[in-house]
């Protein structure tokens, strides 16, 4: 049986969802004021195993991930690049979106935007209010956080230690130092939105508790998210939904362990900040996503060049075992019947089968998992040695390996890269003078699009042409045109 650590229970607990075959799970989603890094990658490929395993089991899975596009430091970034801050979370979004999608990591069900979903913030606002857990000051809104009597039950901690840790910032006009904001009054050059407070924007915390019980209901089964987001931001959902609705909010709370790089905690100050799509230019999206499943989702984890070239000779290992396999189950058998020696195989595969499902029951343990798996490469190595093989136990042994590899997110078909040396040299013959490959790309459709407006079709076709060649799609839907790397 499935047993997951609950950091709510700080144990072990076996896994009961709330429908007996569907799991609604909710992970905390990135604030899109800049490009997704590796920290962030290591959280969403810890859910993506999760989500996958659940799935191995036979559960349906609800999987919602917010994107939060409304945040202090989305409006202080745009700012500087003198930008409307929708418009610009809305660029790092789509960019964080596409880098995960090209590390391997699968989409989620969906991504809702907190910008989209005021009303609903609004609304719980108001009847946190109306139950005495809020009060309104000048225009702002906060949580009082003494009328919940179960504040601190996630993060262990204790009121004296938090009202000894929190203060009150200029500008702040609430009551307590621990209180937090649920709406804040609009300032100058800021999004808003109209409420019965006055103009404003949401807080935080209360957009993620909005959007997990519309999309979920509540209580739902798992919320996930980084060890960091802990305190105060899932401490804070808690207190609001629970105050709000009398009920309990989550079943399983889980976290991830944060991620170091060569010793050190990540930094701008150490500038050892590493984006995803920087990562991915340097080593095998397989490579890191192996690396991440190396260590226990709750485990802290290092992100040094040894590990990673462990991990890359390591997944070598399995793409020669995948290539062996499939080259013996595509042979031709006289007759399918097995012997003795292959029916001795297919036990040892169901035997690290077993193993590498109980790791997974035991909290998700991707480590032990992966000592399975090659319990199943080292077994298949040592078959197919013995000359004389059964094509139809290799099939057989070819189907658990790739399952379990799966899970793992191994041995996925990975998706073509831009030959951005190629891209390049065609964006010098255009003229095109950006750097990033997507502006590249987008630029070149531009001037194509023009060319088709001047009936210049030949000049179009050749940059269709040339994109093509390098593996990127154009398709014309109506009046735009988009594209995708195939």
Not at 425 to 447: F, M, P, W
Request: with cysteine.
């Amino acid at each position: 049986m499935l047993r997951i650590y609950n950091t709510l229970s700080r144990k072990k607990e076996p896994f009961i969802p709330m429908e007996s075959r569907k799991v609604r799970m909710y992970v905390c989603g990135m604030t899109t004021y800049s490009d997704a890094h590796i920290g962030h990658a290591r959280t969403y490929v810890a859910f993506d195993i999760i989500r996958r395993y659940l799935e191995y089991k036979g559960y349906e899975v609800n999987y919602i991930q917010n994107i939060t596009d409304i945040d202090d430091k989305i409006i202080k970034a745009a700012a500087e690049k003198n930008m409307d801050p929708l418009e610009y979370s809305d660029y790092y979004a789509r960019r964080a979106l596409g880098d995960m999608e090209a590390l391997g990591v699968r989409k989620a069900n969906f991504y809702p935007k907190a910008s989209e979903h005021i009303d609903g913030m609004i609304e719980l606002t108001s009847l946190l209010i109306r139950r005495g857990y809020a009060y309104v000051a000048d225009g702002d809104v906060y949580f009082s956080v003494e009328k919940f009597q179960e504040y601190g039950k996630l993060s262990g901690q204790d009121m004296k230690q938090i009202k000894a840790g929190a203060r009150i910032k200029p500008g702040e006009k609430k009551k307590k130092p621990e209180d937090f904001a649920l709406w804040k009054a609009a300032k100058p050059g800021e999004p808003k939105w109209k409420s019965p407070w006055g103009e404003g924007r949401p807080g935080w915390h209360i957009e993620c508790s909005v959007m997990s019980s519309l999309y979920l209901g509540i209580p739902f089964d798992i919320h996930g998210g980084g060890q960091d987001l802990i305190f105060p931001h899932h401490e804070n959902e808690i207190a609001q939904a629970e105050a709000a609705y009398g009920k309990t909010f989550v079943n399983y709370w889980m976290h991830s362990g944060m991620l170091k790089v060569e010793g050190e905690k990540m930094s701008k100050s150490i500038g050892n900040i590493i984006n995803v799509r920087d990562a991915i230019k340097r080593w095998d999206p397989e490579v890191i996503r192996f690396f991440f499943a190396s260590y226990h989702y709750r485990s802290p984890a290092d992100f040094s060049e040894e590990a990673l070239k462990n991990a890359e000779n390591a997944v070598k290992r399995l793409r020669i075992a995948r290539e062996k396999l499939e080259e013996a189950a595509r042979r031709e058998a006289e007759e399918e019947r097995m012997d003795e020696e292959a029916m001795d195989f297919l036990k040892k595969v169901e035997e690290a089968k077993k193993k590498f499902e109980d790791a997974m029951d035991d909290d998700f343990n991707t480590p032990r998992a992966l000592e399975a798996l090659f319990d199943l490469v080292r077994e298949s190595n040592k078959y197919l040695m013995e000359g004389k093989v059964s094509s139809k136990a290799c099939r057989s042994a070819l189907e658990t390996f790739l399952k379990m590899a799966n899970v793992l997110t191994l041995l996925q078909e990975e998706k073509k890269k831009v030959d951005e040396g190629a891209l390049r040299k065609l964006a010098d013959k255009y003229g095109i003078k950006e750097a990033e490959s997507e502006k590249i790309i987008e630029a070149l459709i531009e001037i194509r699009r023009k060319a088709r407006m001047e009936k210049n079709y030949a000049l179009a076709d050749e940059i269709r042409d040339g994109l093509k060649n390098m593996g990127i799609e154009l398709e014309d839907v109506g009046k735009e045109t988009r594209w995708r790397i195939v």
